[in-house]
């Protein structure tokens, strides 16, 4: 794929007029984002001298070095695959080359060098009896790996070196020699192109890279750099690093790949892992769908952090986008306003006097008479109970106040729920009392005081009770922290002298049976069995989603100022190190839905992270940068507007598919952040049909009977014949379609094409987003013709051996492939599919050079003489159609392409005809479909970055338009929503009749 510079902070180095900006990577997670490099002064073959770049590869990366003179307009000087090799770069010369020796004739003028390929290898022996080597790389034409078994072998001294690099030609040529035998293929792949010319060149001088071997290599550079640049001129240079390669597209990376073949114990039993080699154990089912790197559950290609065990789940969660609905300020009893404490999984806001929920504020009942006053609310749980601190109004049963005189003290208290009175919290006549002596209801302590972790979900809480001791005669009164518990029958607490530690004020509780606080210097987590004390103070331990097969996860997030994040691995239960985990660095809350609230205002998922506005799509500019509050354990997020004390509640909302690829995309919200325009979407999308059939899909969000959703769709149509309907479900089967009018003459009040916010309300309170959308597309039929093309020559039998003869010569194949299209494109994009198969057959030889190879297309609207040829020998009277396929009898392929080609301007579709041993017909009915998708959409594939739609960062073997191998298991057929306005507008001019 061309590489692409991802927005990330760049390393830059200046050297005597010389910027290096050296720039990475398009992955998810790599094991550093910058090559390893240095300066050093190289003799060139002029005898002159060069300052020179010279970097470390890592193997699997493909590098890109680029110069320029004005940081506008770069220019490519070589392009190369990490093998683990260094690389030099010439920047600027240090010494001329001696002058020629006097009398002799000027040097003659330099000749200008020839084009050079830089190729990287791996070469190791072939396991078996028939010997040889094993050759493997990425292909030239970048149409993924290639591996070939050839004769001759390298000798002994071969194994001395590391890396081989040396030149022969045009060919430059780096040689990684693993000594470990593999398996040679059953058949070498046809060769086209610069892979077969290369390898041919490889073949032809291995003999003499023997003898030159045994000669040694001091170092696996590229020998004398070229010639050196003018000295005067000012010249910027960059390295771009592609750390996405996947040479077999069974995706899972090069990069990744290479390092497990290395000696990752984690690969799967009877996998390997070979960059060049999609499906190592042959089951049909790509490597990186099988391969775990990291062991955590999740395969390669769906892990964002492949050697990072912890990122698994966080990966494995939906693409939210936020449904907002705003809060004004609370209004506490007493008057003045008040900013919120924290919200729970239900949606519930707590204020110091008051909750919201659903767009109404419900006063609490702050005294009861004789017992308890001047409350004040501090944490709520899932099931509305309330602790808080109060005044009480009666002395603790065992006495108190000091010198005669009766205090009342500040104490405990506790709401049964919303409408209950205050209680205070006390167990055998001793009063709960609060942690912190002083708690104020708008002015928290720093850290960042968690309101939410003062009351865990099973009723604990942290308090100080009473107890008196004898010290020298004398009656002393002493507070004990303890581990209460509201109960059926009242409260309980739990002594531990841990807790009364001096070092460490234990005032949380949260996760499974763990509790935790801070000191001026530090943190301490305090669990049933286990402790770790923090060298700094913490500002929360939430609980993350777990990894596969493991109990929920605390990570401790630090303090600002500290962004470090630590996680126990293993759990704590096994005695886990807490390990910092620099993936979620500047994290400080993180829900089970996988999405962490990161410093003041961005939100992240995985490894992608941005602000705020950017997951709630078109926010009201004053909430669109807001101060956050807390993350409820199941996704729910407060928030504060910075210029005021009003807030907003946001809740993660999701629409899917009811099956795979049947008209919904979410798909799209997982490309990379910085990459906006390469098809990400900012809302979720549902295609809605313009008539017939509704389309069906889900709603996944936070709502339930007690939080009940209104959608709001506008003029579209729920199943109820309206467009409002009501969800009060997690995950809600909804369906939806645009009216026609009863009179044909009529326009539609929504068009084709159209794009149409689909509203929320939770209560009274409106969404001041918009996370969901449909897009309207009228139904059409799309008029195929279908020709077999049998290659005749003279003297010979038509067609190769191996050409599959069934398509189309079956009878039903037309109705077959008609249903197969249809299947696909109906639901994504409301299209049938009617194929005509023409019944004879046409019959020529148009192979004008006689090199056996179909020659395609050599632009988008430009065809080749061969298509010329074909083109021409169709008969006249043909069905009308909108797009033509032409299946070819040929068992060589065609040059530049795997099972077919499209010529997207004129609508032509080539297909290669014959088994090559794993052809079948339902992988010609998929590379059909393949090549029709490239005359709806455009040229391209997203798997090697060519396509306008790339989606960096996401499963590419999902798609549709993605050069997957014919192999695959149950490959992907998935359009996005920037394909469907590709298709809205293909469809518009080739298939609608033409206005009036």
């Given at each position: 794929m061309t590489p692409t510079i991802a927005r990330l902070p760049a390393l830059a180095l200046a050297i005597t007029g010389t910027l290096l900006p050296l720039t990475g990577p398009a992955r998810a997670q790599m094991p550093d984002l910058l090559p390893h490099y240095w300066q050093e002064t190289l003799p060139a073959t002029d005898g002159s001298y060069q300052r020179c770049l010279v970097f470390t590869t890592i193997p699997g990366v493909l590098y890109t070095v680029e110069s320029s003179q004005d940081m506008l307009t770069w220019t490519a000087e070589s392009t190369l695959y990490g093998m683990g090799h260094d690389f030099a770069t010439p920047l600027f010369q240090t010494t001329a080359p001696p002058p020629p020796p006097a009398g002799d004739p000027p040097p003659p003028p330099p000749v200008p060098l020839p084009s050079f390929r830089l190729v990287s290898l791996r070469m190791q022996p072939a396991d078996g009896p028939e010997g040889g080597s094993v050759v493997s790389w990425p292909s030239l034409s970048g149409s993924g790996g290639l591996i070939c078994h050839i004769p001759e072998e390298l000798t002994a001294d071969w194994y001395g070196i590391p890396l081989y690099f040396e030149s022969f030609g045009t060919w430059y040529f780096f040689v990684?020699?693993?000594?470990?035998?593999?398996?040679p293929p059953a058949e070498n792949p046809a060769l086209n192109g610069d892979d077969a010319t290369m390898l041919a060149a490889l073949r032809e001088n291995l003999p003499l890279m023997n003898q030159h071997i045994s000669a040694s290599v001091e170092r696996s550079r590229n020998a004398p750099p070229p010639a050196p640049y003018d000295p005067a001129s000012r010249r910027f240079w960059r390295i771009k690093a592609d750390w996405s390669k996947d040479s077999d597209e069974d995706g899972s990376p090069d990069w990744l790949e290479f390092a497990d073949a290395a000696g990752n114990p984690l690969v799967l039993v009877g996998l390997r892992s070979d960059a060049f080699d999609g499906d190592t154990n042959r089951d049909g089912v790509a490597d990186g769908s099988q391969v775990d790197s990291d062991g955590d559950?999740?395969?390669?290609?769906?892990?964002?952090?492949?050697?990072?065990?912890?990122?698994?789940?966080?990966?494995a969660a939906p693409r939210w986008r936020y449904a907002v609905f705003q809060i004004p300020a609370a209004v506490s009893l007493g008057g003045g306003e008040h900013a919120p404490h924290m919200i729970t999984s239900q949606g519930k806001v707590l204020f110091p006097s008051s909750v919201w929920s659903r767009g109404a504020f419900k006063n609490l009942r702050m005294t009861r008479t004789d017992e308890i006053q001047a409350s004040f609310a501090l944490a709520m749980d899932d099931s509305g109970q309330i602790l808080g601190v109060g005044t009480a109004m009666r002395l603790e049963s065992s006495g108190g106040g000091s010198g005669g005189m009766a205090t009342f003290p500040t104490v405990n208290a506790w709401w049964d729920g919303e409408d209950a009175e205050p209680l205070i919290a006390e167990s055998n006549g001793k009063f709960a009392r609060p942690a912190v002596a002083a708690i104020p209801p708008d002015s928290p302590p720093q850290p960042p005081y968690p309101f939410d972790s003062l009351l865990a979900d099973d009723t604990r809480f942290m308090a100080d009770h009473a107890e008196t001791m004898s010290v020298g005669g004398n009656t002393v009164r002493v507070d004990v922290r303890a581990l209460w518990r509201r109960t059926a029958s009242g409260f309980g607490f739990t002594d531990d002298e841990r807790y009364s530690e001096e070092d460490y004020d234990m005032i949380f509780a949260g996760g499974t049976d763990y509790v935790w606080g801070w000191n001026t210097v530090g943190s301490r987590l305090l669990t049933t069995d286990d402790s770790h004390d923090f060298t700094y103070p913490v500002s929360r331990i939430p609980q993350m989603p777990a990894p596969a097969g493991h109990p929920g996860v605390p990570?401790?997030?630090?303090?600002?100022?500290?962004?470090?994040?630590?996680v126990p691995l293993p759990p704590p239960d096994s005695g886990a190190v807490w390990q910092p985990r620099e993936n979620l660095k500047r994290g400080r809350d993180v829900a089970t839905n996988g999405v962490r609230l990161v410093g003041g205002h961005e939100l992240a998922q995985d490894l992608r992270q941005n602000v705020f506005r950017y997951w709630a799509v078109n926010v009201p500019q004053e909430i669109e940068v807001p101060q956050f509050v807390n993350a409820a354990n199941n996704g729910w997020i407060l928030a504060r507007e910075l210029s005021s004390l009003k807030s907003l509640a946001a809740m993660p909302v999701l629409l899917e598919d009811d099956a795979e690829a049947t008209g919904t995309d979410s798909f799209s919200l997982g490309g990379n952040t910085w990459f906006p325009l390469q098809g990400t979407q900012e809302k979720s999308w549902v295609m809605v049909p313009l008539g017939g059939p509704s389309a069906t899909f889900k709603l996944r969000s936070l709502a339930s009977a007690?939080?009940?959703?209104?959608?709001?769709?506008?003029?579209?149509?729920?199943?109820?014949?309206?467009?409002?309907?009501?969800?009060?479900e997690p995950v809600a089967m909804?369906?939806?379609?645009?009216?026609?009018?009863?009179?044909?003459?009529?326009?539609?009040?929504?068009?084709?094409?159209?794009?149409v916010n689909i509203g929320l309300k939770l209560g009274t309170a409106g969404c001041v987003s918009d996370p969901l959308a449909g897009y309207v597309m009228k139904e059409r039929t799309v008029k195929v013709n279908v020709y077999k093309v049998i290659k005749q020559t003279p003297a010979e039998p038509d067609n190769p051996p191996g050409l599959m003869d069934t398509p189309p010569d079956e009878p039903d194949f037309g109705t077959q492939l008609a249903s197969h299209l249809t299947n696909i494109f109906k639901p994504q994009i409301n299209a049938n599919f009617q194929v005509n198969v023409i019944p004879i057959p046409l019959t020529l030889n148009w192979d004008r050079n006689n090199d056996g190879v179909f020659q395609p297309n050599v632009s988008e609207d430009q065809q080749s003489p061969e298509q010329e040829l074909i083109l021409g020998a169709r008969p006249a009277g043909q069905p009308v159609s909108n797009i033509d396929v032409f299946i070819l009898g040929t068992s060589v392929g065609f040059a530049g392409a795997a099972w077919g080609t499209t010529a997207v301007l004129q609508r032509n579709c080539w297909i290669v005809g014959d088994a090559l041993g794993i052809r079948t017909l339902e992988t010609m009915k998929r590379t059909i479909a393949h090549e029709i998708g490239h005359v709806i959409v455009g040229a391209g594939h997203p798997d090697n970055g060519t396509s306008e739609f790339i989606l960096p960062g996401t499963d590419y073997t999902r798609r549709l338009m993605s050069n997957v191998p014919a192999q695959t298991t149950n490959p992907g057929v998935l359009l996005?929503?920037?394909?469907?306005?590709k298709v809205e507008a293909w469809m518009a001019k080739n298939v609608d009749p033409p206005a009036e």
């Open positions: 990684s020699h693993p000594p470990q035998p593999v398996d559950g999740q395969p390669n290609i769906s892990d964002p952090a492949p050697q990072d065990p912890v990122i698994a789940t966080l990966a990570v401790a997030f630090g303090a600002d100022g500290v962004p470090d994040c630590l007690t939080n009940a959703l209104t959608l709001d769709a506008g003029d579209l149509l729920f199943a109820n014949g309206t467009g409002t309907t009501e969800v009060n909804l369906s939806l379609q645009a009216p026609v009018p009863a009179d044909p003459a009529t326009e539609p009040k929504v068009a084709s094409g159209a794009a996005i929503k920037a394909e469907w306005e």
